[in-house]
């Protein structure tokens, strides 16, 4: 029976303990939707962490625990939507890279870097919100959002630049890199405006169609590259 009872005993502690992490998994969760929503809206200098807190119905003692600073907030966000994104671009950069028809490896290519960017954050990482994120960080030019977005992205630009210089024969690598920075400035617009398509097209929801959005976005970025085919000086 004192067995019985240890194992009864070592059971209850264990459904605690578990029960516990899911709180705290749950909550830790929260903090980071709550930061992102009003850093989004608002910015990183605007929105404070007592602010966070509220937003995420917990105490502020609890935002410090689980991640000390705002700094460390703004790299939490970041990282669990860029590390899916980068995978995932590095999947189709891999796919691209076994395609032999030169044009259909650039368009590939091009693919490869803008679709992860509209996915949602619970498989690939992107996202309107996070990406009106981006967008607001990069305004800011605020000394911690860099260190951040340089971290996060610049590996994985390199990458595509050189993908995209091999891929277009005797091209000036830095007008790739001009161009590249036009295509993250139209992603941006795209993802963060939709209703001003509509008002041009005078079609309710035509903006959200992402599919179309993907389309003319890789045609009109692969007709700015393919221009640069010998441009090398």
């Excluded at 917990?58 to 625990?65: I, K, R």
């Excluded at 008002?199 to 007709?223: I, K, M, N, P, Y």
């Amino acid at each position: 029976m004192v067995q019985v009872l240890q194992k009864l005993g070592q059971l209850n502690k264990s459904t605690t303990t578990s029960t516990s992490k899911r709180n705290a998994h749950s909550s830790s969760v929260a903090i980071l939707d709550a930061a992102e929503h009003l850093m989004s809206l608002r910015g990183y200098n605007s929105v404070s962490m007592r602010e966070i807190a509220k937003q995420a119905k917990v105490s502020l003692s609890s935002v410090t625990h689980f991640y000390g600073t705002k700094e460390n907030l703004l790299a939490a966000i970041y990282e669990r939507h860029t590390k899916p994104m980068n995978a995932r671009r590095v999947e189709l950069l891999n796919e691209a890279a076994r395609i032999s028809n030169p044009d259909e490896q650039l368009s590939a290519i091009v693919r490869a870097y803008i679709i992860p960017a509209f996915s949602s954050q619970t498989d690939s990482g992107g996202g309107a919100q996070f990406t009106r994120l981006r967008g607001i960080m990069s305004m800011e030019g605020h000394d911690v959002a860099k260190r951040i977005i340089a971290g996060s992205f610049d590996e994985i630009s390199n990458i595509f630049i050189d993908a995209i210089h091999h891929a277009v024969p005797n091209s000036d690598r830095v007008s790739i890199i001009w161009r590249a920075h036009f295509l993250l400035g139209s992603l941006y617009y795209t993802l963060v405006t939709p209703e001003r398509i509509d008002r041009l097209t005078g079609e309710d929801g035509a903006g959200s169609d992402h599919t179309r959005a993907v389309d003319e976005l890789v045609s009109a970025t692969v007709a700015s590259f393919k221009d640069l085919a010998g441009s090398a000086a």
